[in-house]
């Protein structure tokens, strides 16, 4: 049987013995203790070898990387020197080439001078021939031009001459220069050819009459007969006096009319007791036409016709007593005699080429 206390000696070899004195319910504790003591000391002494070991295979790693590291940039100085070498002498290789380049120009530049200098001085005598000859067809060309100006002048001066003919004729006021048109008889004075200016100006005056021409009513609308001139008249259905603001030109029905001037078309329309189917053609300069008692208009408001266009046919619409074209000239919004541009269509003129 095991006593309740223990008396417990640990003795050496030499020197003094120490003793003490244990409970035996204490044992198991003690004995407990004493074997985690020596487990974690087992542990540690266990752990600690490992982390000496691992620490010296990182410090070999580390030294191993360290020595890869320095050869890497010994050899990356190398590499990048070496390059730099070539290229460097690349550079130099090319800019040899580019001197040697450049002298060969100014060679060449220096070889083509000389060249041309020799061929102007040779050509020195051609070339005085070449301008001394351009020179003459340089006046020959200014002759002809100045005998084309004054061709020209004397046929826009007879032209003018004509229009100015045809609008005095039909009333129009044609200003003119009379110093110009004075008679040659008892003039002198020193001789000065026609020049451009001269020219231009006839020719802008022909112009501007060509285009105020352009919008006169001139000549006839239709090929007929004048049935009622322009004036007092006896209206033809009642027998009384009455004004007539047109003239009547007879025709067969569907017989072409014309437009006697460019215009703009103002008015289309039809009347049933007035012009039938008429058409007003506003030309400008104050000047309108009508057409009334058509069988077919062929123009609509707001179109753009020219002298000669058709723009209806012969008719016997409206009030009218048989076949035939009422025909008016308007001039600033009052009826006017169109027998006077109906006589410029008579008229007979001699045009210098």
Same mark, same amino acid.
């Given at each position: 049987m095991i006593p309740k206390r223990l008396h417990v000696v640990i003795t050496g070899?030499? !020197?003094?013995?120490?003793?003490?004195?244990?409970?035996?319910?204490?044992?198991?504790?003690?004995?407990?203790?004493?074997?985690?003591?020596?487990?974690?000391?087992?542990?540690?002494?266990?752990?600690?070898?490992?982390?000496?070991?691992?620490?010296?295979?990182?410090?070999l790693k580390t030294s191993l990387q360290a020595d890869a590291?320095?050869?890497?940039?010994?050899?990356?100085?190398?590499?990048?020197? /070496?390059?730099?070498?070539?290229? /460097?002498?690349?550079?130099?290789?090319?800019?040899? #080439?580019?001197?040697?380049?450049?002298?060969?120009?100014?060679?060449?530049?220096?070889?083509?001078?000389?060249?041309?200098?020799?061929?102007? #001085?040779?050509?020195?005598?051609?070339?005085?021939?070449?301008?001394?000859?351009?020179?003459?067809?340089?006046?020959?060309?200014?002759?002809?031009?100045?005998? &084309?100006?004054?061709?020209?002048?004397?046929? &826009?001066?007879?032209?003018?001459?004509?229009?100015?003919?045809?609008?005095?004729?039909?009333?129009?006021d044609v200003k003119v220069d009379r110093k110009n048109r004075a008679n040659t008889s008892g003039r002198g004075g020193p001789f000065i050819a026609i020049n451009e200016q001269y020219s231009e100006n006839l020719l802008n005056r022909s112009d501007k009459y060509l285009k105020t021409i352009k919008k006169m009513p001139l000549g006839y609308p239709m090929r007929g007969k004048v049935t009622s001139n322009f004036g007092r008249r006896s209206d033809p259905f009642n027998n009384r006096p009455a004004f007539h603001a047109g003239i009547d030109l007879k025709g067969t029905i569907g017989q072409k009319i014309k437009a006697t001037a460019d215009g703009v078309i103002e008015t289309s329309s039809y009347e049933r007791n007035g012009f039938g189917h008429y058409v007003i053609v506003r030309h400008g300069n104050g000047y309108e036409t009508l057409f009334g008692h058509m069988s077919k208009?062929?123009?609509?408001?707001?179109?753009?016709?020219?002298?000669? /266009?058709?723009? !209806?046919?012969?008719?016997?619409?409206?009030?009218?007593?048989?076949?035939?074209?009422?025909?008016?000239?308007?001039?600033?919004?009052?009826?006017?005699?169109?027998?006077?541009?109906?006589?410029?269509?008579?008229?007979?003129?001699?045009?210098p080429e």
């Open positions: 070899e030499v !020197g003094a013995g120490l003793s003490f004195v244990v409970r035996r319910d204490h044992v198991a504790i003690i004995l407990a203790v004493t074997l985690s003591t020596l487990t974690a000391l087992a542990v540690g002494t266990w752990l600690g070898i490992g982390f000496f070991q691992e620490r010296n295979s990182l410090a590291l320095k050869e890497l940039s010994e050899n990356f100085e190398q590499n990048l020197k /070496q390059q730099l070498a070539e290229q /460097q002498n690349s550079w130099h290789a090319k800019e040899d #080439a580019y001197q040697a380049q450049l002298q060969h120009l100014k060679e060449e530049k220096e070889s083509i001078i000389c060249r041309y200098e020799e061929e102007i #001085a040779s050509a020195d005598v051609s070339t005085a021939l070449k301008i001394s000859g351009l020179l003459a067809e340089l006046e020959l060309e200014r002759q002809e031009k100045q005998d &084309l100006l004054e061709k020209t002048a004397v046929r &826009l001066d007879e032209r003018s001459r004509m229009i100015e003919s045809v609008m005095s004729r039909i009333g129009v208009r062929l123009v609509k408001q707001g179109e753009r016709v020219q002298r000669g /266009q058709v723009i !209806g046919l012969m008719g016997n619409t409206g009030r009218s007593t048989g076949p035939h074209l009422h025909y008016e000239v308007r001039y600033k919004g009052k009826s006017i005699n169109p027998i006077k541009y109906l006589s410029v269509a008579k008229l007979s003129f001699t045009v």
